[in-house]
């Protein structure tokens, strides 16, 4: 098995140490096992979970969030469904109000020539606004 160490993984993925012992601690990746000298070890699989946390992040998903995703990977036999549950209570339908879902409502944004009706904020410079 091809292991590297925390230095080694942390270098390859531009980021410090202190942040792959902080992501260890919040259970989004873990060594795969100690060296003789208690140094932490890590295979492919978390080189692998550190690029997806990055990606996530990117997204703009919060560490908590990226934790449950990683969960519903770990857990096969229900990850599916506690896919499509997480998807529905995190994420806006891209369509509006999501019919299978009575009370949720999706982004709304329209467009006014002459400023944004009270209580609506500017989204750009196209005279796109939103609500809230």
Not at 66 to 93: F, N
Request: contains cysteine.
């Amino acid at each position: 098995m091809n292991t590297m160490t925390i230095g080694k993984l942390a270098h390859d993925n531009g980021l410090a140490t202190e942040t792959l012992r902080h992501y260890e601690r919040l259970g989004l990746i873990a060594p795969s096992q100690r060296s003789a000298s208690n140094y932490r070890l890590y295979d492919q699989t978390a080189a692998q979970r550190l690029r997806f946390i990055r990606r996530a992040q990117a997204l703009g998903f919060s560490l908590p969030e990226i934790r449950e995703l990683l969960g519903l990977h770990a857990d096969a036999d229900m990850g599916a469904v506690k896919a499509r549950t997480w998807r529905r209570r995190r994420m806006p339908h891209p369509r509006g109000p999501d019919p299978r879902t009575p009370g949720l409502r999706g982004p709304q944004t329209c467009r006014f020539a002459s400023g944004p009706p009270e209580g609506m904020r500017k989204l750009g410079a196209a005279g796109v606004f939103s609500r809230g």
